[in-house]
């Protein structure tokens, strides 16, 4: 269990999924031998990231599988990628891969010199889920923040 953890959201805008203390657990911390849990304790509320090691194309990569920081807190979205940075390099891994599905993301993502690569993947909700957001707003990547954890079906 994270002390101090209390999920937040960024504002009424933003669909976001959430990150009690119950789902981090489970998906995280209780498989700490697959996912190393990175927290910054100050200044409140908490941030976090979460990386995993994968091999793609013969290459050794670090994934950064989550994240949380405050809403529009650049600070501590460069503090989370230069630590990924520093981590690969200590490690000796040949690259880092992060999914972003927000403008804020990816803007700091290419200041901080990642390549975008692939295509955007639709994210489906339950039709229980009403958003009152046309599909255009959703494409102008503004409106929802997903991770690799929030898209990833295949066994994590």
Not at 105 to 121: A, E, Q, T, Y
């Amino acid at each position: 269990s994270l002390k101090g953890w209390k999920d937040y959201y960024w504002d009424n805008n933003t669909f976001v999924f959430g990150r009690s203390n119950e789902f981090i657990n489970w998906r995280f911390l209780e498989k700490a031998d697959k996912f190393y849990f990175y927290i910054l304790n100050e200044p409140k509320p908490l941030a976090y990231f979460v990386i995993t090691e994968s091999v793609r194309r013969g290459l050794n990569i670090l994934e950064i599988v989550d994240y949380k920081v405050p809403y529009n807190d650049i600070k501590r979205f460069e503090l989370i990628l230069d630590a990924a940075k520093a981590l690969t390099k200590n490690i000796q891994f040949d690259g880092i891969t992060i999914k972003s599905s927000h403008k804020f993301f990816d803007k700091m993502l290419k200041k901080s010199c990642f390549i975008k690569r692939g295509k955007p993947l639709d994210i489906v909700l339950s039709p229980d889920i009403k958003l009152d957001k046309s599909k255009e707003a959703i494409k102008k990547r503004n409106f929802v923040i997903a991770t690799t954890i929030d898209l990833a079906w295949y066994g994590f």
